[in-house]
């Protein structure tokens, strides 16, 4: 076949394809599987990016159909969010859910719609975290204020909200301060502004740590020369924190930036980093002081504690494993000499002038260290040193300057798997000291409460220290006999006392009592051969009176008060006529007119009004003098008279009030018909309005 038949041969399949219904082709062809997206995770708060994520796949590849979808969406669910579902849905099945169901029902279990106030109280509350970046911590707050309902994203609002948290949360004050200071910042201006000052901070740090000092294990020439060999030959770039002087961060997620310098005194980094040297000899100090802080941590007690494997070789032959407790406090790797006779019985100790204190600040007994080559993991730790002391039996410590050059050791993993510490006495040791105790100290083990004789205790308590009264605590009713049982048992034992009642209250009672009993305001028993005063007032409410026997030293006992608030009947009761009938007494009043009027030595004036002639021929039957007392002087009768009591009181009338009211009620006579009438007498009438306005009502008209 020549190749012109062969293209037309093609032509023709094109065109034979091209003619081909569409529906036909879509239902013969597969779909294309999304084989890039992953299956959803089941965490919350996920769904709607997900989902966002998986329907961009759909469109990718084209995928519309709804029970597609849904398929598909079943597919990528891993196995705990399908269990979940289907947990939801029971007894319903997945199959049975439209895709509109499936999104709804996912989206308020995994994504629910969050609270505005919840939202706006976690945005308020998100500051700079530690070690993060001014890119991710402007996406943080970005990402908080989703539903924070302050505005969209071209809303100015929104960005001045943003703006605002995100100056008041920067962990760098430099940054911040500077932010302050600016006038009408924006939010673009401020992360501008933010992200060039961490820059140039980074490239600070960078230029500082590119020819950091070499670590001196020791102040010796020699030792120091070997340590700076060592670190050339490796050939690598140490960087190290500035403010610390570790190797596993830099000074931008250093815990120190706010720590003092014990050195300068400044702010921001610890004395062994410090770049002012106030002795001559400078490094040699600071280095000796450096020392003793480093292992100061050495004995720290750490629960539960950490071991890693180290094992010690010799031409290819291995001397034995030896299990060391990591310790990040110690400056150093130490052990006991045992393991020095053990394993390197033939090296000779390097002597060192290095002092050493130990956790409680004691000086620790180091003989010296030798050079040796541990395996660590699956690697070689090469020329390390490795300390004794003279105590043989020390455990031995995997310190930081092993930690530091065994790089390839995945610390986080070996901090996780924590071994607890071997017990170094056997159980049947255990259980053989315990009881030996026992017998030795037979009266501490006793199940009975101890006393101890002869021995008279005492608390010294604060100056002016005073006891204070604390209510029982409530106990749950199921636990109250319990409680209760293990009291008795307590004072049973004499370990409790019960007290009934305070002495310190009852000795302040009874002096209060005998105060009271000796006061004025106390009362005195009637006495008919001692004189009697009777102090009098009234006021606009009611009525004061104070009864009162007066002794021959002058001074005054009440025997009865009274105070009444009175209605119109009340007014002429009388109150003290059983006390002061067939008495000389003494009657007290604030008004000095009536002194004048009342007076027993004077008689009636003629032209006093009837009301007073009354009450001045009531008085005749008394054997009274009168006296005037200034108000002041007369309170208690005056208080009496001002406190009435405004509940309870009854109306009361005598016999003449009470007909004319029954009268007025039986009479054929309506109060309408009085009124009519009285509108129609002009007299009346006039006599009235005078009575409403307060007017002069003429002489002639009452004639």
């Not at 260290?369 to 020390?394: A, H, M, Q």
């Not at 004499?494 to 002096?511: D, I, M, P, T, W």
Request: neutral net charge.
């Amino acid at each position: 076949m020549s190749s012109q038949d062969e293209a037309d041969e093609y032509q023709e399949a094109q065109e034979r394809t091209r003619q081909r219904p569409t529906s036909t082709r879509t239902r013969d062809a597969a779909p294309i599987l999304p084989t890039n997206l992953k299956e959803f995770p089941g965490q919350k708060g996920k769904w709607r990016r997900w989902m966002c994520k998986t329907n961009a796949a759909f469109s990718i590849h084209g995928i519309t159909d709804e029970n597609t979808k849904k398929q598909w969406i079943l597919f990528y669910l891993n196995l705990d969010s399908f269990d979940q579902l289907c947990n939801i849905i029971t007894p319903r099945e997945p199959d049975d859910l439209s895709y509109s169901e499936l999104i709804r029902i996912m989206e308020d279990y995994y994504d629910p719609q969050p609270l505005e106030i919840v939202e706006n109280m976690n945005f308020r509350r998100r500051i700079q975290k530690a070690g993060e970046s001014i890119d991710d911590y402007m996406a943080a707050l970005r990402s908080l204020t989703k539903y924070c309902n302050v505005g969209c994203d071209k809303c100015d609002n929104l960005n001045k909200t943003i703006r605002n948290q995100f100056v008041f949360g920067l962990m760098d004050k430099d940054i911040q301060k500077r932010l302050l200071e600016k006038k009408d910042l924006s939010l673009e201006r401020a992360l501008e502004i933010a992200k060039s000052m961490e820059s140039s901070d980074k490239g600070k740090e960078e230029m500082t740590q590119k020819t950091p000092k070499e670590e001196t294990l020791s102040v010796e020439a020699n030792e120091v020369n070997k340590v700076q060999q060592a670190s050339s030959k490796e050939g690598k770039r140490d960087l190290r924190c500035y403010r610390c002087g570790a190797s596993n961060h830099l000074a931008k997620a250093c815990l120190h930036a706010n720590t003092t310098c014990n050195n300068c005194g400044k702010n921001g980094h610890l004395q062994r980093v410090c770049r002012q040297k106030k002795d001559e000899k400078g490094a040699a100090k600071v280095q000796r002081v450096n020392e003793l802080e480093e292992i100061m941590q050495i004995e720290e007690i750490v629960e539960p504690k950490v071991f890693i494997d180290v094992r010690f070789c010799e031409d290819d032959h291995v001397l034995g494993n030896v299990k060391f407790e990591v310790d990040s406090g110690s400056g150093i790797s130490i052990a006991g000499l045992k393991y020095k006779d053990e394993f390197f019985p033939k090296e000779k100790i390097i002597p060192t002038k290095k002092q050493f204190l130990h956790y409680g600040g004691g000086k620790l007994a180091v003989v010296g260290f030798i050079r040796v080559s541990p395996v660590v993991g699956d690697r070689v730790l090469r020329n390390v040193n490795l300390y004794f002391t003279e105590d043989r039996l020390r455990p031995p410590l995997f310190g930081r300057e092993w930690i530091k050059r065994a790089k390839w050791v995945d610390w986080n993993k070996v901090l996780l798997e924590v071994n607890q510490t071997e017990e170094h006495v056997s159980r049947v040791e255990k259980g053989e000291l315990v009881e030996e105790l026992k017998r030795e100290f037979r009266n501490v083990f006793q199940n009975t409460t101890g006393k101890i004789e002869g021995i008279q205790a005492e608390l010294k308590l604060q100056d002016n220290a005073s006891p204070v009264f604390l209510r029982h605590r409530d106990i749950p009713l199921s636990k109250r006999k319990a409680v209760e049982e293990e009291i008795e048992r307590l004072v049973g034992d004499g370990v409790l006392v019960k007290v009934n009642q305070s002495r310190e209250k009852c000795e302040k009672a009874f002096l209060k009592m005998q105060k009271e009993m000796q006061s004025e305001e106390f009362l005195a028993h009637y006495d008919p051969k001692t004189e009697l005063v009777l102090a009098v007032d009234a006021s606009p409410v009611g009525v004061g009176a104070v009864l009162s026997h007066r002794y021959p030293d002058g001074t005054e006992r009440p025997i009865q008060y009274a105070s009444q608030t009175l209605s119109k009947t009340q007014k002429g009761y009388a109150q003290f006529h059983q006390y002061v009938y067939g008495r000389h007494f003494t009657l007290i009043t604030d008004n000095q007119a009536l002194t004048k009027i009342f007076s027993p030595e004077k008689g009636i004036p003629a032209y006093t009004a009837m009301r007073m002639q009354h009450y001045a021929i009531f008085l005749k039957a008394f054997d009274y003098d009168i006296e005037f007392r200034k108000s002041t002087a007369n309170a208690n009768a005056d208080g009496l008279s001002r406190l009435p009591i405004m509940g309870g009181l009854r109306y009361e009338m005598d016999e003449p009030e009470a007909v004319q009211i029954h009268l007025l009620e039986t009479i054929p006579i309506t109060a309408e018909q009085i009124r009519i009438e009285t509108e129609r007498t002009q007299e009346v009438k006039k006599l009235m309005q005078g009575l409403r306005e307060g007017k002069v009502v003429p002489r002639g008209l009452l004639d």
